[in-house]
């Protein structure tokens, strides 16, 4: 039984609780979303694979999830972009937010969400149960098929990824 860690608004832990049943009852818990960029400065992309619980066929960011009961969001991170994409690389945290969406199906991503970031220009082995395609893209034509309405990207991706897009904007300029 895969458990979630729930969090108030400020991600102090205030319990634990699997994870479908935290989905199915809207509750805060702690999750992650790591974007991977190449040497172009292109977005590592992921198609979900078909079977997940939801948003399956959607286009995201490399990976996400949760942190396990007392494990470190960021080798969470780290340990999650192995099991998808296949490979390591070192990431770092740049911001966190929080966001609610539901789904047709009944349930409710309700997430404290720790957004971490790396390079990666190598060999890419994805999980086929977990990924069914990627690609990098740019970000100038994520942003462009974003803004036309297309509905083939997760919903945390919209609203993630114009503070992402906004944080390489400024990265790109030191």
Known sequence: ?????????YDRESGLMEKIEAHEKALLHRAFSVFIFNEKGEMLLQQRALSKY????????????????????????TRRL??????VTEIHKVFDFTYQVSFENGL????FDHVFVGTY?????????????FEYRSMEEIR?????????????FHIAFPKVYEWWKGSRQL
């Open 1 to 9: 039984m895969e458990q979630v860690i729930l969090v108030d608004e």
């Open 54 to 77: 939801h948003s399956g066929g959607l286009w995201t960011n490399a990976c996400c999830s949760h942190p396990r009961p007392d494990e470190i969001t960021i080798t969470a991170a």
């Open 82 to 87: 192995k099991e998808e994409m296949g490979f």
């Open 108 to 111: 409710t991503e309700n997430e």
């Open 121 to 133: 220009n190598g060999m890419i082995n994805a999980n086929a149960n977990e990924v069914a395609d």
């Open 144 to 156: 462009r098929e974003l803004a036309s309405g297309k509905d083939h990207y997760t919903a945390w």
